[in-house]
Nanobody
Framework: QVQLVESGGGLVQPGGSLRLSCEVS????????VAWFRQAPGKDREGVLG????????YHGDSVQGRFSISFNDAQNVMYLQMNNLKFEDTAVYFC???????????????????WGQGTQVTVSS
């Protein structure tokens, strides 16, 4: 059974850090391109950071450049989103996703990902 479970969300002050985890079961994460998306109330789902297996590179949304990064624990089939220097506007529900992408140009398009987690809330507030 395919399952993605996010954890690590919570309340953090501006400038703080959080690390989200996405534990995967039912498929080999190392064979899929992956991404983290987020969705704030009243807004569309936004691609935050992606990793395209075709070229082994990370791709990021403009709003998180230099602050967020993806990492993996292949042995445990887990991926992480490290978030540093968090800002108020980073407040959202964060989702991990996996899919068999054929191009890096579509990394931030939710429709190309076949597997999704349930989301974890991140709130940046003072």
């Amino acid at each position: 059974q395919v399952q993605l479970v996010e954890s690590g969300g919570g309340l953090v002050q501006p400038g703080g850090s959080l690390r989200l985890s996405c534990e995967v079961s039912g498929f080999d994460l190392s064979s899929y391109s992956v991404a983290w998306f987020r969705q704030a109330p009243g807004k569309d789902r936004e691609g935050v950071l992606g990793f395209y297996r075709g070229d082994g590179k990370q791709y990021h949304g403009d709003s998180v450049q230099g602050r967020f990064s993806i990492s993996f624990n292949d042995a445990q089939n887990v991926m992480y989103l490290q978030m540093n220097n968090l800002k108020f506007e980073d407040t959202a529900v964060y989702f991990c996703a996996a899919g068999r992408l054929r191009s890096s140009y579509i990394w931030n398009l939710p429709g190309y990902y076949s597997h999704w987690g349930q989301g974890t809330q991140v709130t940046v507030s003072s």
